[in-house]
């Protein structure tokens, strides 16, 4: 059992991974800020105010494209690091005899998942993600069933089902508050996805659809507003620990479960991380700060 959770992917090769940028996928720290900046600035962005032409509009999107791209790239390692340094510890935790060995290892291993949720986090807007989890606090609006706009989809089932469908997909990108608003609002362009893009009606169903993500989107900033003055708590955060039973480390990635939302408030928040035990401690807004978990029994409300 030792030799299984040393050779392999198992202790001896976690304590080489996510100790630094990887030489393939590197990127600085200024880049990861600049790209936070750009997408944070391009959120609200009017696509047709557009001075430059097409070729200006190319641009931009390569621009914006690379910098999602590179987003996408600092969570999936933040994501990759804990799970890496929650294997090795694993292993440390259920051999303690290598553990004095592995230590100096384990000690620079640690710091790596910190960097790297300090840059993801950046790519979080913090009055966003109070709007995201108003949004999906929602109920169900009175949607326009029948809507003669959304003619064009196609018969009276899809006619009827497409506000239904837009509600749907409009909550879902709510929960990845990293997307922001300026994101939602090209929904409406979704709701005649895989017609012709000349078809006679396509104005007309995506100018219905705007106005009904622009309701949601107000409701969902006035519920937020509602929240922001409710009383504040202080609540505590823990991933689910590893069982009793001896090391696995090919298991699956133990935030698997946690929606995009909640790791949007882990990247932001967190101060302390024990990724060995699975417990990660993290600050509210006010400042105030708690402890992950106060027994091995306690689960996260999720």
Same mark, same amino acid.
């Given at each position: ?168 997909? !409009? ?89 995009? !939302? ?41």
């Amino acid at each position: 059992m030792f030799l299984g959770a040393l050779g392999g992917t198992g202790l001896l090769d976690q304590l080489q991974s996510y100790v630094e940028p990887d030489e393939d996928e590197c990127w600085t720290d200024r880049e990861a800020r600049e790209a936070a900046e750009l997408l944070c600035t391009q959120q609200d962005a009017d696509p047709d105010d557009d001075e430059e032409g097409v070729e200006g509009d190319i641009s931009r999107r390569k621009v914006r494209e690379d910098a999602e791209a590179l987003r996408g790239l600092i969570f999936a390692h933040w994501r990759g690091a804990g799970r890496s340094l929650h294997r090795a510890q694993t292993v440390v935790a259920h051999f303690p005899w290598p553990e004095e060995w592995a230590q100096p290892s384990l000690t620079v291993k640690t710091r790596y998942p910190e960097t790297l949720r300090a840059q993801a986090a950046r790519f979080v807007d913090l009055e966003e993600l109070v709007v995201a989890a108003a949004a999906t606090a929602l109920s169900a609006p009175e949607l326009p069933l029948g809507d003669p706009a959304f003619a064009v989809l196609g018969g009276n089932s899809r006619v009827s089902r497409a506000p239904a469908d837009l509600w749907r997909r !409009w909550r879902s990108a709510a929960g990845r508050p990293w997307e922001g608003p300026g994101t939602r609002a090209f929904l409406s362009c979704e709701i005649v996805r895989g017609m012709r893009s000349n078809r006679k009606g396509d104005d007309e169903a995506r100018a219905a659809a705007a106005p009904l993500i622009a309701s949601w989107e107000e409701e969902a900033q006035a519920a937020a507003v509602l929240a922001d003055r409710a009383p504040r708590c202080r609540p505590a955060a823990q991933i689910p620990e590893a069982t009793e039973a001896a090391p696995r480390h090919r298991e699956r990635d133990f935030l698997d479960g946690l929606d995009t !939302w909640t790791l949007g408030v882990l990247r932001t928040w967190t101060v302390d991380a024990d990724w060995g035990r699975g417990v990660l401690t993290y600050t509210t807004s006010n400042g105030d700060s708690t402890v992950g978990a106060e027994s091995p029994t306690q689960r996260p409300p999720w």
